[in-house]
């Protein structure tokens, strides 16, 4: 099955950019065939390989963008256990619609992937049901308890490909030493969830002035930001990969950059909603605002968005956190913490590239390159590599109707807001798992 995806620009940072053909053979890029630069300059001239095949199917993209699969580094499937938000059949039909053609799937499951029974189901089920890759993401602890830890040996040779106790902090700075010098010992990335408990317990939202005005409780950005200077303390002390989640204030973004200029081996990623939200989002009481870290203030804002300008946040993942009506239509103090975001993430990232924050290829490097770097993936568009591709067109124009999502969940903030650009093709191993090129 020969597959010609023609006439797009094929932007794979850093290595192509530029009027591009790729042919696609069972699953592999067999061709690259690069017409023009985008500098204007023309390659020279050699025979044209794509005239000794005859494509199958041929997949027009001009006017649109070709990149390397994007991965999302920071996903709840729900499954196994609350199957009623969000399936893996359905979380990877979310991702596929978004442009995604791997995601991780994080362990707080029930019951939580701390050994390799649970970590085998998950990939078992992706491969049956899957629309994406699915890289399953184990517990740093059993149980996620921050008691014990779990066997990494084992989970890593079942096919976990990080640790995390993501919705929890590891509170106990000995066990969290341990767990790096332990993960270290297997290349297995820490994604460490940076809170301190007895600073953001009953908090519901940012501690400042719009909590004051709600009569709600407040969590302060220290809440965050000393855990991530603890990590970051034993990181150096360990010398393991510690990557930090959800990244949403100021004073996090400072220690990162920090400790990225000693060139400790430290990366980091946001999500859409702390660089395109504040906490006035959550005015009136909205639930679909909802989410742990909280929204921070405006000036925290423009920290994470100059830490994704510098090079300091390495990575957008989404934290797609499904939650059903049960959880979300009721009091705001009671309600769940978190957002849909697989389907939006590609279109409020082209907002950093319109407003000049990062170039169209730093957000791909951020959405593309960088978490596959981090999980030791291979996602270039070379010839040999396996064909996990997306397609974005710039120029679609659509709002948000939470309605349309392909996931279960519904709870997003950014419901009926307008955007400009999207995911509209998704390949994964040479095969369309996702087309919306004709809309």
Known sequence: MLTLIKGGRVLDPGKIDGITDILVKDGIIIEVITKALSSGKSKKKSPEPLKKYKADTIIDASGKIVVPGLIDMHVHLREPGQEYKETIETGTLAAAAGGFTGICA??????????????EYI?????????????????????????SLCEYGDLKEAGAVALSDDGKPVSNSRLMRRAMEYAKGFGLPIISHCEVNELSAGGVMNEGIVATRMGLAGIPNEAESIMVARDIAL?????????????????????????????????????????????????????????????????????????????????????????????????????????????????????????????????????????????????????????????????????????????????????????????????????????????
């Open 106 to 119: 994080m362990p707080n499951t029930i019951p939580v992937n701390d050994n390799r029974q649970v970590t």
């Open 123 to 147: 990939l078992n089920r992706a491969k049956e049901v899957g629309k994406v890759n699915v890289y399953p993401v184990a517990a740093i602890s059993m149980g996620l308890k921050g008691k």
């Open 235 to 439: 990181c150096e002390l360990t010398g393991a990969h510690l990557h930090i989640a959800h990244v949403s204030t100021s004073q996090s973004v400072n220690a990162i950059r920090e400790a990225k200029r000693k060139g400790l081996p430290v990366t980091a990623e946001t999500a859409p909603h702390y660089f395109a939200l504040t906490e006035e989002a959550v005015s009136g009481y909205n639930t679909n605002a909802k989410m742990s870290p909280p929204l921070r203030s405006a000036f925290d804002r423009d920290a994470v968005r100059e830490g994704l300008a510098d090079g300091t946040i390495d990575v957008i993942a989404t934290d797609h956190a499904p939650h059903s009506s049960l959880e979300k239509d009721v009091e705001f103090d009671l309600a769940a913490n978190g957002i849909v975001g697989l389907e939006t993430s590609v279109s409020i990232g082209l907002r950093l590239v319109e407003e000049g924050i990062i170039t169209l290829s730093g957000l791909i490097e951020k959405m593309s390159c960088n978490p596959a770097r981090i999980l030791g993936l291979e996602r270039n568009i070379k010839k040999g590599n396996v064909a996990d591709i997306t397609i974005i067109d710039p120029g679609v124009v659509y709002t948000v109707d939470s309605s349309s999502f392909c996931s279960l969940g519904r709870n997003t903030p950014f419901e009926g807001w307008k955007m400009k650009g999207k995911a509209v093709l998704t390949m994964v191993g040479g095969k369309v798992v996702f087309d919306n090129m004709m809309v």
